[in-house]
């Protein structure tokens, strides 16, 4: 899970087209995840800077500060992405954030 921080509730320094649906859907419940202590990124930060402990698959919270999107960090890939971009620019792109 990324989170990002934005203005106005604007998570990923995008505003949703006028004709969006105003509330968000309720995303799964967590239950007893330990999602304590979220990593805090910057738009550079990527995955071979970083030391994830578990298996593929592991969850992870994260936040991302705001304007990754339009920041100079690496992006390869679409829908999986290389270890060397960027986690928040990933997150953006892949319609997380």
Same mark, same amino acid.
């Given at each position: 899970?990324?989170? *990002? ?48 402990? /578990? ?8 936040? *991302? ?11 390869? /890939? ?16 892949? /319609?997380?954030?």
């Amino acid at each position: 899970m990324v989170k *990002c921080d934005g203005k106005d509730g604007d998570t990923s320094g995008v505003r949703p087209p006028p004709d969006a649906p105003s509330e968000k859907t309720p995303g799964p419940k967590l239950g007893n995840l330990p999602l304590s202590n979220p990593y805090k990124l910057t738009c550079e930060t990527t995955l071979n800077q970083l030391d994830f402990p /578990g298996d593929p698959g592991s969850i992870y919270l994260a936040n *991302c500060p705001e304007g990754c999107k339009d920041s100079d960090a690496i992006l390869r /890939g679409t829908s999986i992405y290389t270890y060397d971009s960027s986690i928040c620019k990933a997150a953006i792109h892949s /319609g997380v954030l």
